[in-house]
């Protein structure tokens, strides 16, 4: 059973950045795809970044690229997700993720089974 904890969103305005940071415990993380995922109210939950056991295939979503860094570091247990030039849709819930997976390629969005209990992320025009 894997535990995760998120930390690290916060109100700022828009241009702004933040870093979220997500604990992994309970095991090891290093053969797991983990994941970022947000949902803002009124909104489905979507994928924003994953990234494989390895760290040799990411996926991010489209309105994030060039904005948005998914890094693990396995010896830390940890993904991260640095966020610059925030935007107000940008607002949301952002959950950490994973599921246990030793394939090269992109981490399947359905089979993520184990969920952090979020971090607000607020960007304010």
């Known amino acids: 059973q894997v535990q995760l904890v998120e930390s690290g969103g916060g109100s700022v305005q828009a241009e702004g950045s933040l870093r979220l940071s997500c604990v992994a415990s309970?095991?090891?993380?290093?053969?797991?795809?983990l994941g970022w995922f947000r949902q803002a109210p009124g909104k489905e939950r979507e994928a924003v970044a994953s990234i494989n056991f390895d760290g040799s295939t990411e996926y991010k979503i489209g309105s994030v690229m060039g904005r948005f860094t998914t890094i693990r570091d396995n010896a830390k247990n940890s993904l991260y997700l640095t966020m610059n030039s925030l935007k107000p849709e940008d607002t949301a819930m952002y959950y950490c993720a994973a599921f246990r997976s030793s394939y090269r390629g992109l981490c399947r969005k359905s089979d993520f089974e184990y969920w952090g209990q979020g971090t607000q992320v607020t960007v304010s025009s």
């Open positions: 309970g095991s090891t993380v290093n053969d797991y795809c």
